[in-house]
């Protein structure tokens, strides 16, 4: 059923969850449609003019049509408590501890993604909007402490395979949305707000090439709020590491640090 419905390939903890969900609920539109285009017809060729020449105001009176609607509703109620709720209570609570997760700041701007990291002493550095430049995206106040080891990368989120990833999402200007369609994670970008997401990737970007024999293949950060003109080229890429690959990402940037 996946197939037919053409979604991206899953590469997080959680994705056959939601992609379950999504199964379901096409399941239940297309029984709908099904259901309501035969009784179009059925009532189109029944009340036909010819006839029917004085019309009824009575409407119908079985019990199948009331009980056929009570079954929708009763469906919809079961989908929504005991599959979406329970789904997003996991997502919006349950944050995996600072400790153990790929600790990042994603803040959106018109057109492009910021990603801060806080280096190996995993403390965010002060930011501060007055010392916001071209060269400094994201206000980075490199006189505090603990902004010394922290470092920034636009439009590309390294991360590492099977570990949490937490991301503090914010935004400049506008609101963008955070969307990455292989982790089934998307989330809006509010101005003002930070907002937590995560998820746990489970297949390397080298994997999933090589499964979807697409050397070209990457994980894409879609911007999925219509933000302005430039909206779309607001797109950033994650790229999912082995352990080691990671941590030679995360030595790589502090070496240019230190330079
Ligand atoms: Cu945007």
């Given at each position: 059923m996946l197939n037919w419905l053409g979604m991206p390939p899953a590469a997080s903890a959680h994705a056959g969850e939601i992609d379950q969900m999504m199964v379901l609920v096409h399941w239940l539109m297309l029984v709908l449609f099904v259901g309501w285009g035969a009784f179009f017809l059925y009532v189109l060729v029944k009340f036909r003019r010819g006839a029917n020449p004085k019309a009824s105001y009575l409407g119908a009176k079985g019990k199948l049509s009331k009980g056929l609607e009570v079954a929708v509703a009763v469906i919809e109620v079961v989908l929504l408590v005991f599959y979406a709720i329970p789904a997003w209570a996991r997502r919006v609570s349950n944050l995996p501890a600072e400790s153990e997760a790929v600790v990042v700041r994603v803040v959106g701007q018109q057109f492009a993604w910021e990603v801060h990291y806080p280096g190996p002493d995993g403390k965010f550095g002060r930011t501060d909007l007055?010392?916001?430049s071209a060269d400094n995206p994201l206000g980075?106040?490199?006189?505090d402490p603990d902004a010394k080891d922290d470092f920034n990368s636009e439009n590309q989120l390294h991360v590492q395979v099977n570990r949490p990833v937490l991301v503090h999402l914010s935004s400049k200007d506008v609101i963008h949305s955070f969307g990455l369609y292989e982790m089934r994670v998307k989330q809006d970008a509010v101005p003002g707000l930070q907002i937590p997401v995560w998820f746990i990737p489970t297949v390397t970007t080298a994997e999933m090439r090589q499964k979807l024999a697409n050397p070209m293949f990457d994980y894409e950060i879609s911007c999925?709020?219509?933000?302005?003109?430039g909206h779309f080229r607001m797109r950033g890429f994650v790229v999912v590491d082995s352990a080691e690959d990671y941590q030679k990402f995360i030595a790589d940037q502090e070496k240019d640090l230190a330079k």
């Amino acid at each position: 059923m996946l197939n037919w419905l053409g979604m991206p390939p899953a590469a997080s903890a959680h994705a056959g969850e939601i992609d379950q969900m999504m199964v379901l609920v096409h399941w239940l539109m297309l029984v709908l449609f099904v259901g309501w285009g035969a009784f179009f017809l059925y009532v189109l060729v029944k009340f036909r003019r010819g006839a029917n020449p004085k019309a009824s105001y009575l409407g119908a009176k079985g019990k199948l049509s009331k009980g056929l609607e009570v079954a929708v509703a009763v469906i919809e109620v079961v989908l929504l408590v005991f599959y979406a709720i329970p789904a997003w209570a996991r997502r919006v609570s349950n944050l995996p501890a600072e400790s153990e997760a790929v600790v990042v700041r994603v803040v959106g701007q018109q057109f492009a993604w910021e990603v801060h990291y806080p280096g190996p002493d995993g403390k965010f550095g002060r930011t501060d909007l007055k010392l916001v430049s071209a060269d400094n995206p994201l206000g980075l106040d490199r006189s505090d402490p603990d902004a010394k080891d922290d470092f920034n990368s636009e439009n590309q989120l390294h991360v590492q395979v099977n570990r949490p990833v937490l991301v503090h999402l914010s935004s400049k200007d506008v609101i963008h949305s955070f969307g990455l369609y292989e982790m089934r994670v998307k989330q809006d970008a509010v101005p003002g707000l930070q907002i937590p997401v995560w998820f746990i990737p489970t297949v390397t970007t080298a994997e999933m090439r090589q499964k979807l024999a697409n050397p070209m293949f990457d994980y894409e950060i879609s911007c999925s709020q219509l933000c302005g003109l430039g909206h779309f080229r607001m797109r950033g890429f994650v790229v999912v590491d082995s352990a080691e690959d990671y941590q030679k990402f995360i030595a790589d940037q502090e070496k240019d640090l230190a330079k």
